[in-house]
């Protein structure tokens, strides 16, 4: 079983930056499946990036080019890098851990994108 925590939300100007971290705790991290998902009121949640225990990235195209999501397996860590943020952009996100029939959420971390 995996517990996720994210962090490094806020509020940032359009055409502005924010690093998103997702730390693990738990066992075998390396052989989960993580990735980035985001959630606005009254939509249902979505899948942003991806990144395999191999390192190989998936990105959805509405921020392939901005963002940039990787990992540390020695600390059990998953970041996401985001740039030229947009208004758009504004949501909870969250980390999850995938493996099989087993995933685990985090509790999310909000983005806010205004001037």
């Known amino acids: 079983q995996l517990q996720l925590a994210e962090s490094g939300g806020g509020l940032v100007q359009p055409g502005g930056s924010l690093t998103l971290s997702c730390a693990a705790s738990?066992?075998?991290?390396?052989?989960?499946?993580m990735s980035w998902h985001r959630q606005t009121p009254g939509k249902e949640r979505e899948l942003v990036a991806t990144i395999a225990n191999s390192d190989v990235v998936s990105y959805e195209h509405f921020v392939k080019g901005r963002f940039t999501i990787s990992r540390d397996n020695a600390k059990n860590t998953v970041s996401l890098q985001m740039n030229d943020l947009k208004p758009e952009d504004t949501a909870v996100y969250y980390c999850?851990?995938?493996?099989?029939?087993?995933?685990?959420w985090g509790q999310g971390t909000q983005v806010t994108v205004s001037s």
């Open positions: 738990g066992n075998m991290f390396r052989t989960y499946l």
């Open positions: 999850k851990a995938f493996r099989g029939t087993r995933a685990f």
